[in-house]
Every structure is written in structure tokens, then in C-alpha cells.
């Protein structure tokens, strides 16, 4: 496909995804996201292909994920019909990210954003080669959760990706990279990950290397109890097994007693588990540690309206307006109806 055709195709996608937020990209902003994301194509041993995404990050630099290599000795990054070869790389195979050296490739670098100062419920977008499609995917979702880890900022969205996406790009609204899509949960109610785009300064530091494959575990393949904490709170939190939540979530406040995120799943197993005096208390030390939690916030209004509290109902709907207007307008019809219906 022509590049000016691309350019058109990707243009009409992104003008419906956000259409509500007309005035939050430009479309120069939107087409330099979009043409930094590449395919990542090559030969697994076996004679089957592998497929990955990858974002220019730099003048002929690609970063993508290192677990797209591993059965392949050969790899190249195509753009529609064209294709590069890859003259050597540098790797962080604990952190799944690999960053490819392109001789020839002439794409603009993508701006650098960062998930860090973005609150829950903001939007972000998606953009990959799923499925080894040679258009690249585009998908909408908000920001869930931000978890700090090893010096970065693992994100989790609900922007969809699937397989051939592993290394495609996260951007914000403004089209700046703040993460790149590797890794979800099992379960039709998956949960989907991004690495840090702030582990790109460590990876730049790595040597050199020119062969394939690219073998090494990554942190998020670890055997459960090796996992970060953010990790190992998916499987019970699914499975509604509130009981092995409160457990894990007590370990994590004993190892990380500032993270707004173990208060909140803490608090959210205790509620669960019929202990709302005890859950109160760990939204609202959530909340101290960060003001924008809207989770624990939704969930604190909610024992509000419970209770029969309509100032504090009211108060907090006033606050998520102010951070999250889509849970605001969930929060509020819930309560519209505890305290009305």
C-alpha cells in the first residue's frame, strides 16, 4: 500500500476513535505516532514465521521486545512493501526490551511522553501490527493503573492488544510514547501491560549485540511468587478469590507501605470479605498517597451511599468530575440510585 494511502487510512481511524476528543490530538501529532510503528518480521527455527511491532524511538533506532526474538536467528523490520535489515541491537532480557539498530531506515523518532504524571481514566491508544496485519491496529482504552518498578512506570490499560502486537507502541493523547504493549493476563477479562518508556535510557547503556536468537525470562514469565506484587494480585482478583488477595496485598503494603495501589487492592479484598470499616480506612490512606486514585475514591463513595453520608457522596462525585469524568458519571448514577431509587 502507498504511503499517502496509509497516511489517509490511519488519518480515518484515529478521527473516529476520538471524536469526542477532536481537539486533544492534531492529526500531525496522530500521523507521527501512527509512522512510528513498525513490523518486526523473521524466521523461527522451526521455518515458521515470527511476527512483533517495534517504534522508532531515534535517528534508525527501533524498540521492541526482546521475547520476539527468541526462536528466530533472523529478523528484519518491514514498512508496507519495504524491508530493513538489523545490524545489531542492544538487550534487557529481565526487562523484555531490546533496542534495534536500522541502518537505513529514514522514519521519524517518535516524541517521548511518560505514564508518570497521567491520572487513572485518562485515555491512551494502541498501535500494532496485530497478527502480522501490515497496517497497523489502532486501539483506544484509558489508563488503569500506573505500578513503579525498577526505576520505570509498568502501565495498565484497557487498550486491547494481541498476538504480533508484543513491542507496539502506547502513546498518550498529545501522541507522545509512554510505554510499549508486551504482555496481558489469561482470561477473556484480560488485563493489558506496557513497559515503562523510562527504561529506554538503562537499555541505551547495554553492548552491543549481533546474534539471534535472544534467549533470557523476563520478569512478568517468573514463577508467581517471583513476580512483582502487581502481578501476583491478577489471578485472585478475577477469580474473586478475596481471601488470597487480602493475603498478597498484605505482604505488598509490608514491603511498599507508600503504594497507593496496595492500599486500594487491599481495602478492595476487605470489602469484599465483609470488613468495610477496615476497607474504608485503606481507600482513604490510598487516597493520601495519591489524590487521584479514582478507584478508591469510586469505592470509598460507595460506602458513603451505603451508609447514608450524601455530603460525602457528594463531595467525592465533585472530585472524580475533576479527574475522571467517565467514572464520575458511573459513580454518580450508582448512587443516584442507593440513595433515590
Known amino acids: 500500500m502507498h504511503l499517502n494511502t496509509l497516511k489517509l487510512s490511519f488519518l480515518v481511524v484515529l ?18 505516532s501512527l509512522f512510528s510503528v513498525i513490523m518486526i518480521q523473521g524466521f523461527n527455527q522451526d521455518g515458521s514465521m515470527a511476527y512483533g511491532s517495534g517504534v522508532v524511538v531515534a535517528p534508525q533506532k527501533v524498540l521492541t521486545n526482546c521475547h520476539i526474538f527468541r526462536q528466530t536467528k533472523q529478523a528484519w523490520v518491514s514498512i508496507s512493501e519495504d524491508t530493513y535489515s538489523i545490524s545489531s541491537f542492544q538487550a534487557n532480557r529481565y526487562h523484555d526490551l531490546c533496542l534495534l539498530t536500522v ?5 521519524k523518532a517518535v516524541e517521548i511522553g511518560s505514564a508518570s504524571t497521567m491520572n487513572k481514566g485518562q485515555e491512551v491508544l494502541a498501535i500494532g501490527h496485530s497478527s502480522g496485519v501490515a497496517t497497523p ?13 525498577d526505576d520505570g512506570n509498568v502501565i495498565r490499560t484497557t487498550a486491547r492488544f494481541a498476538m504480533g502486537a508484543s513491542g507496539s507502541g502506547l502513546f498518550d493523547l498529545d501522541g507522545k510514547l509512554i510505554g510499549l504493549n508486551t504482555f496481558k493476563s489469561p482470561g477473556r477479562n484480560a488485563y493489558f501491560y506496557a513497559l515503562p518508556i523510562e527504561w529506554l535510557a538503562s537499555l541505551e547503556k547495554e553492548p552491543i549485540e549481533t546474534e539471534f536468537p535472544v ?21 485472585p482478583e478475577i477469580q474473586e478469590d478475596w481471601s488470597r488477595l487480602a493475603v498478597i496485598t498484605q505482604k505488598w ?10 492500599w486500594y487492592e487491599h481495602g478492595l479484598s476487605l470489602e469484599h470479605l465483609g470488613n468495610k470499616k477496615e476497607a474504608e480506612s485503606d481507600y482513604r490512606q490510598s487516597i493520601m498517597l495519591n489524590k487521584s486514585n479514582s478507584d478508591a475514591l469510586f469505592r470509598l463513595g460507595m460506602l458513603a451511599s451505603e451508609k447514608g453520608d450524601l455530603e460525602e457522596v457528594k463531595r467525592i462525585n465533585l472530585v472524580l468530575m475533576e479527574i475522571d469524568k467517565d467514572i464520575a458519571e458511573e459513580f454518580k448514577a450508582s448512587t443516584d440510585c442507593k440513595t433515590q431509587c
Open 215 to 235: 534467549n533470557g525470562k523476563a520478569f512478568w514469565e517468573e514463577d508467581d511468587v517471583n513476580k512483582p506484587f502487581f502481578m501476583q494480585i491478577v489471578e
Open 253 to 262: 503494603i509490608d514491603s511498599d507501605s507508600k503504594s497507593s495501589e496496595a
Open 15 to 32: 478521527t473516529v476513535l476520538f471524536s469526542s476528543n477532536a481537539n486533544a490530538l492534531d492529526n500531525q501529532k496522530l500521523l507521527d
Open 137 to 149: 491496529i489502532s486501539s483506544s482504552g484509558s489508563l488503569k493503573s500506573v505500578y513503579p518498578f
Open 103 to 107: 541502518d537505513d531506515l529514514k522514519i
